[in-house]
């Protein structure tokens, strides 16, 4: 052990102490039920305040005539769902153009038709 007049050693002392003490006060307020409620609620408030601003934020986005985030990402889905179609389309296009069907025969012309005889004369 050191001596009682180091300083440095009264100070790692204390801090221990105050290290245990502190774990010993935090494990017994986060098995209490009244802090778990409190971490609940305040959970709860936080929830309902991100919306509010989420809301507040869309109007204002509005007013500006600009799209919000949930308009963007609906966006996005829609255009990698043209990609996905467009790609589809691609690869259809080039199986074709690798096989490609025979030409149709020619349809056939129809009949004449009969003229009436020209009464004009």
């Known amino acids: 052990m050191a001596k009682a007049s180091d300083p440095t050693e009264l100070w790692r002392t204390m801090l221990g102490e105050m290290s245990k003490g502190f774990q010993s006060f ?3 307020a986060l098995t209490s039920p009244e802090f778990n409620k409190v971490i609940t609620d305040v959970g709860g408030v936080s929830a309902e305040a991100q919306k509010q601003v989420g809301e507040l934020m869309e109007r204002y986005l509005v007013g500006l005539n600009m799209p919000s985030r949930a308009q963007l990402t609906d966006f996005g889905a829609r255009l990698e769902a043209i990609e996905t179609q467009l790609h589809e389309i691609t690869q259809l296009l080039r ?18 038709r009969k003229r009436p005889p020209n009464r004009s004369a």
């Not at 690798?98 to 030409?103: I, R």
């Not at 020619?106 to 009949?111: H, L, N």
């Open 26 to 28: 935090a494990n017994q």
């Open 95 to 112: 199986q074709m153009q690798a096989h490609p069907e025979p030409p149709l025969p020619p349809a056939a012309k129809p009949p004449p």
